[in-house]
């Protein structure tokens, strides 16, 4: 087989569609008779609901119904939690109407169903509700205490507490006694703030009542989900609803959710019997739709005076939110295989408590849990590299996994199956220019200059490919995690690719068909790939947690292999050769030593008119595979950033980015370097500009992107991205993950640049983001005190907002 | 989002528009750019029973010369304002602040009026314009009057703009020959001002003969530092000297608080950026 397409660096066959927005985006439906959706949300982070009057919205002109959580809380059901992270895990009732508790400012409490959406809109100003206020809980080590509880009725704000000790599990030796033996111990508190996953298309859903099967169009990443979940909660026979995902402008885990609104659209259509829509607003998306990262991480990071690291311990403080999610309470869980990143030392423990607070439920955000676990350890290495003034790229060479030592089962009882730390590091400095850098760097401390430069250093691995099943069940998650596909072959030949993984943005339409149209031999225009719809892709579990191609694309690759077995079955009858003697080559099946051949379109039109098959041979070329992993992958890479402070301002600049990830064999390195750029993009973000801010009322502060800022081109240099290739050993594309990584190696190179910068001046750590204004206090701190600004108290930066500020 | 319905018309002259305004009452709103009133109305913060758009007026756009004065039309946008060659050699403070407003879409469609009728204490036209010795031109039912800019803003997203008046140009005297500096502070290039700092000067043999410095989100209105203008007069171009005349910027200023800063820090910011702004003028 010639090989063309994996390796081409295709444009996407989307662009056109997803980029014009002319396209079939959820919000763009438009259907006969549709009604609108608009709902009212509490205004207080914790409160009881008193009464609600709706009398005069239910007259207003326009208005069909209006809904309370009263009115429906019989068939509401509830938001499943999909993931018992422990067997006595706690949650509270998550109704997509709250009844009588609110327990997050953004929480829905009343649906107006209007002929237009302006009608539905204007009634919600005369819905009347009266809230009794209760205390909130918005501060994750507060939570802890159970001083005051964010819901009242469950007697605590703990939802679990979830273990792994290496000593238990036979992986490793106890952390105790590593750390009491040790020369040196690293102790840190990190804070991951809180983050709004900002997808550009806000979410929307449509439901159509009619017929027997209702149908859900949804912005979701999750149709497959989303359907299973809507039948065991509301208990519709699961064959009595479609779901689809058209079109999705954008996810990044903030659409891998089953959500109270997509609930509240199925009732409101039900009860009304036309189809409704629901499209949210931007300032509803911010403060409803699921939030990122919000943990406190406690590291205890303990080596010898030569830097040999000896044991980890990391405990958590995770903020849940107000409510579980389907997925809410497993994220932290992901990170804990992870914290020990590309090392090697003989004792970890890890123990994270889930809490509940009065602020918007948490969820999957692009990496769930795994940038989380990077973050840490990578800004631990720094910092015990400081400790014992070493480099900081010295010290991880001591201590990470050398090439010849893999397959390496790690102290976290993972199996990394490949991977070159060395290859990749080399091959980053070199291109960053690490050592003219560093002789920069001396030069402005040596000179005082203003603008001091700083070297972050970030050498990470994660698990991609969510999952293998029995991992998942292993962890007590509800669902496999397999994936499956259909390779349809039309009579003229045309290829239908029908996959479970439901593409918002990525391009799989694009790279599907490049592996398809390598492996079946047809052109890749002959090639379309159908996702996103239950009724097409009957089965499928979704796309997120870098999954898609290495699962997903490895199911759609034993798919167009059954076809070639079938096919060559045909080929054989029709050519009148024994079946071991065809061959097949770039699309065609021979006959081993003659020049007899046949296309795959000749047969494929043979076999649909069937009128000459070999005895017992079903006339269909259509083949389905299902594909469950039986490892994660691996992806590595090294990311070196230079920063520039300035250090009478604390404006931080990045001024170069240099990163050589290791992602295995690539099927299309334009949307390679696609995912790596958008992934560093969110993950400087989360270093120097996000962050969701809630005030001392738990209202949020960072309710527009006014406040709430993410960048755009203008602020961020071009990135240098290259790449080393150590093929994934647990599939035979040899493919690892590459959603997720620009976002999990980032951020800590972004802050430990930052902090290389100013670390002379006394200054060992700021908080995320890293605001001119966070950089300039602490280096007034240090000036101020002499002594060092180590562990700044988040609750101490809050701004003292004053409410006739801001735009 | 979507507003509280509302009437909307688009007159073609200025007395047509004066009539609709009067006759609106206190319902009545102007509509320039729409690139700060639209997002009021969408998030429901006001809502106006007539909306009425001044873009086919076309007497109240352009830039031109008058005398020893540069005259801009509230009507002119942003990107007509940053690029006009009048403005670059007789106001290129001005020019220089405008470039520094929003991104290219919105300097496309906002303008000079709007930005300056709207006086968002972390807008940018405003202490440019203060700099600029601005004066205001307002026509209402008692017709034409002048303001100011020391009158003219008047507090937060408040000026001396009447709710039946009309902002039609804005005169500046020429500083020809003069040079200037906008120095805008923001974590992100597309953002409102932390702090801004707007200075324009005069230099004769090397040293600072005339300057006018104001201040950008240091107050609820624009602040112009007439101490600080002073101390520069004789200054050389010189960092400590600079430095040591605009020490006293932030005296006395209450700026806001918000997630991008403190007081202290937006005091300590205003300081260096002034040193800044002379210094990068000159
Ligand atoms: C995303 C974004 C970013 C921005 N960033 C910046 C920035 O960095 N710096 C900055 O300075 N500005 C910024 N702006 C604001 C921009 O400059 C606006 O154009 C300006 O504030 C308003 O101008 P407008 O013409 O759009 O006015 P409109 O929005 O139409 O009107 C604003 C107000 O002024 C009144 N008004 C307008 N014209 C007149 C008139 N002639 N007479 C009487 N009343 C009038 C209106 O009734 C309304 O109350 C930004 C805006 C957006 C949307």
Redesign the interface.
Known sequence: MTITEIGASRLRKEDQRLITGRTRYTDNMVLPGMLHIALVRSPFAHARITAINVDEAKRAPGVIMVLTGKDVADEQGGIPSAWPVTPDQKAPPYLPIAVEHVAYAGEIVACVIGRTAAAARDALELIDVDYDDLPPVLDLEEAMTDTVLSHPDLGTNLSATWIFDSAAAGTGTDVAQALASSEVVIERTYYQQRLIPAFMEPRSTVVDPTGEQLTMWSATQVPHILKLMISLALSIPESKVRVVAPDVGGGFGGKLAVTAEEFITLLAARRTGKPCKYTETRTESLMGAHHGRAQVQRIRLSATKEGIVTGLDVNLLADMGAYLGVITSGIPILGAFMYNGIYKFPAYRFECNNLFTNKAPTGAYRGAGRPEATFAIERAMDDLAAELDMDPVELRRKNWIKHEEFPFTTVAGLEYDSGNYEAATDKALKEFGYDELRAEQKLRRQSGDRVQLGIGVSTYTEMCGLAPSRVLGSLDYAAGGWEHAQVRVLPTGAIEVVTGISPHGQGHETSFSQIVADRLGVPFDNVEVLHGDTQVAQRGLDTYGSRSLVVGGMAVVAAADKVIEKAKTVAAHLLEASRDDIEFTAGAFGVKGTDQSMTLGEIAFAVFSAHNMPDGFEPSLDSDATFDPVNFNFPHGTHLCAMEVDTETGAVTLRKYVCVDDIGNVINPLLVDGQIHGGLVQGISQALFEEAVYDESGTLVTGSFVDYLVPSAADLPMFTTDRTVTPALTNTLGVKGVGEAGTIASTPAIVNGVLDAVRHLGVDDILMPCTPSRVWNALRDAAQGGGRHRSPDPSSTKPDLDPAGGN | ??P??FDYSAPTTLDEALTLLADAGEDGKILAGGQSLIPVLK?RLAAPHAVIDLGRIDALRGIREDGDHVVIGAMTQHHDVATHPLVAEHANLIARATQTVA?PQIRHRGTFGGALVHA???GDLPAAALAMDAVFHIVGPGGERTVAAADFFVD?FTTAVGDNEILTEVRMPKKTAWVSDYQK?T??????S?VGVAATLRIENGRIAEARIALTNMG?VPIRVQAVEQALIGCAIEEDAIARATASVADGTNP???????PD?RR??AT??TRRAVLNAA
């Open positions: 989002m979507i509280v319905a998030l991104d968002d204490p972390a937060l502070f974590r992100v290039a597309q953002q409102w932390i609820s806001p608080s918000d997630l991008n800063g403190d820090y300590h910011l260096v950026l």
